[in-house]
């Protein structure tokens, strides 16, 4: 995620030191390839009229980055105008990968995706991870082996992997994750330790972390549905209920990483205790546990069959999580005016019963006038955007930010 830089209108302060040439070459490699990837196929000559570089430069750029085995060439490209056909360069699909990994109370997921953006490995577990941290995290790296292993036969190399897990989560550190049971757990160390002592070649293996639900929101933004907007808030339905807001295609983070927490935004002042210590938290009412239980259901599976077949007390119990949710997010919605709200976790596979009380309680209350019931401002999420594809999104954006940093 990009910093930020203070401007200071003091004349006499010195200013940063230019580029040098290895610098400006750096950067220039970056620019190139991200806007191969961008295009998915394009030519030399169509990226140094996007970059404002000359042809030459960018051969150049080109050449070092196939040898790198960032780019591929495949075959010619014919314009129609006079003159030489070009070649198609495309992003590799074998050698430097991205390797995520999701954490979540009752599973782990893993995911390889490689520098087309193409998931190429899943392996997802069920386990119940309201364990002892250490443990769970070495549960997770023993999954994550499995398809470092897969991903050797396939010629792909993992340049970095980040965790996706369900908590407040700042400097690789869980700070509290209710659900969890985690306090002030080190999870990329631990993690990180766990998956060198399976795999001793994963040892420089860069490993970075973040909220899940930020995860999520990551995936939607990178590999969701074309047209996504670029500024929504994004809500993910598990046993909790976790928040991403994403403003101009870039994360809210606030001030110490935690913003987004919208499953504990209090709906009900007189509600139910929640895990985290507080009363009438969203999640009491829209979480996966919350949901089953007020439909005496087995799984979401059960509790959208008998939804479907009209039972009274399974649409008793989406038509209250639709209002709380619709509660809560109108007073984000007027605090944060988003394009869209973006629903995923299991939501997608409820929205039939759940859209209806949540557009109502929108148009009720979001003040601007903009989100009527039939406004379409309330989304599925697309169907390959978890948080663990999110991870390794993470992870690919700073491959293409800085290739020569992830050279094997």
């Known amino acids: 995620m990009k910093g930020t830089t203070r401007l200071s209108l003091t004349m006499n302060q010195p200013t940063e030191p230019k580029a040098d040439k290895s610098g400006v070459r750096r950067h220039n490699l970056s620019l190139v390839l991200r806007t191969v990837h961008d295009a998915g196929e394009t030519t030399r000559a169509a990226v140094a009229a996007r970059v404002g570089l000359t042809r030459p ?20 490209t014919f314009s129609g105008q006079a003159g030489r056909p070009g070649t198609v360069l495309k992003p590799a699909g074998t050698g430097p990968a991205a390797l995520g990994v999701e954490i979540n109370v009752a599973y782990v997921s893993v995911c390889l995706v490689d520098l087309t953006g193409t998931d190429r490995i899943r392996r997802t577990v069920r386990l119940d991870n309201r364990a002892a ?18 991903a ?8 970095g992997a980040a965790l996706a897990l369900p908590g407040l989560v700042s400097d690789g550190t869980v700070r509290q994750a209710p659900n969890l049971g985690w306090h002030d757990t080190p999870a990329e160390r631990l993690f990180g330790d766990a998956l060198a002592a399976l795999r001793p070649a994963a040892r420089r293996l860069a490993v ?9 929101a990551l995936a939607e933004l990178r590999f969701g ?33 935690f913003a987004g927490e919208i499953g504990h935004l209090v709906v009900d002042a007189e509600g139910p205790r ?22 005496d259901a087995a799984d979401v599976d059960d509790l959208a069959a008998r939804a479907g077949r009209g039972e009274p007390r399974a649409l008793a119990a989406l038509a209250e999580a639709g209002r709380m949710l619709g509660r809560a997010l109108s007073g984000a919605v007027n605090l944060l005016d988003p394009e869209a709200v973006v629903l995923g976790g299991i939501y997608p596979r409820l929205m039939p019963w759940l859209a209806p009380a949540v557009t109502g309680e929108l148009a009720e209350r979001v003040v601007s006038g903009l989100w009527p019931a039939d406004a379409g401002r309330l989304r599925a999420a697309s169907p390959a955007t978890d948080a663990a594809r999110g991870a390794a999104a993470l992870v690919l954006h700073d491959i293409l930010a800085d290739p020569l940093s992830h050279t094997r």
């Open 274 to 295: 929640c895990r985290c210590g507080s009363r009438g938290c969203l999640e009491q009412y829209a979480g996966q546990a919350a949901l089953l239980r007020a439909a």
């Open 225 to 257: 549905t074309p047209g996504t907007p670029r500024t929504f808030l994004h809500l993910t339905g598990e046993t909790g209920v976790g928040g991403a807001v994403v403003v101009h295609g870039e994360l809210l983070r606030g001030a110490h990483g």
């Open 208 to 216: 970075a972390s973040d909220n899940e639900a930020n995860m999520a």
């Open 152 to 159: 050797e036969a396939l010629g792909l190399g993992p340049s």
């Open 133 to 150: 941290a250490p443990d769970v995290l070495a549960r997770a790296a023993a999954v994550a082996a499995e398809a470092l292993a897969e």
């Open 57 to 76: 430069a960018v051969s150049s750029l080109v050449e070092q980055l196939l040898d790198l085995g960032f780019l591929v060439e495949s075959g010619k």
